[in-house]
């Protein structure tokens, strides 16, 4: 083949911009993005440190990658309250758009010959409880709630997260809202 084709083909494969996954840069170098997390990586926990405002409660749903792989998530993640037999009370959480939906890049838990030797990246995505007092009671239809059903952004495996809390049982009360995941601070 002559030397000039050849010098060609290297050049039109360096500038292709994504190639199977890979970002190639100016320079060539290839940045791997991580996949998307697997429900079997992820341990889902809530920080019961919650901030009241305005008759709701805030917490910081956790994501953290408990794989020795890199992964990423991005979106909301599905919440809704759930009764001691596993039953969804009410409706499941409403997007908040406070923030722009992004990729958030989980890196994996350091490893030692033995298995990982801690826990890797975690996301957080804030929820907010509204306080069922705020509807009449016929509006609301008030229920105990044993936890929460969360599902990671784009799964379809649920983590139950233990957080008893009054909810509504009536669909048009909307008392559970999430936004999209955020790198934690």
């Known amino acids: 083949m002559h030397p000039l084709k050849v010098a060609l083909g290297v050049v039109m494969l360096a500038a292709t911009p994504l190639v199977s996954g890979r970002a190639v840069g100016a320079a060539g170098a290839v940045a791997v993005v991580p996949p998307a997390c697997a429900p079997g990586q992820l341990a889902v926990w809530i920080d019961t440190q919650g901030n009241g405002a305005a008759g ?25 309250a759930v009764n001691a037999a596993g039953r969804r009370l009410g409706r499941p959480a409403s997007r908040s758009v406070l923030h722009p939906t992004r990729r958030v890049s989980l890196s994996g838990a350091p490893f030692a010959e033995g298995g990982p030797i801690g826990l890797g990246a975690t996301a957080t995505a804030v929820l907010r409880i509204l306080n069922v007092d705020n509807y009449p009671a016929a ?15 784009n799964q379809s495996v649920a983590k139950f997260v233990s957080l008893p809390l009054l909810a509504c049982t009536h669909p048009t009360a909307p008392f559970l809202s999430v936004e999209s995941v955020q790198p934690r601070p």
């Open 56 to 80: 709701s409660v805030y917490y910081h749903l956790q994501f953290t990658n408990i794989s020795v792989h890199s992964c990423t998530l991005t979106g909301y993640p599905g919440v809704s």
């Open 139 to 153: 509006r609301c239809g008030r229920a105990t709630a044993v936890g929460l059903r969360v599902y990671a952004p």
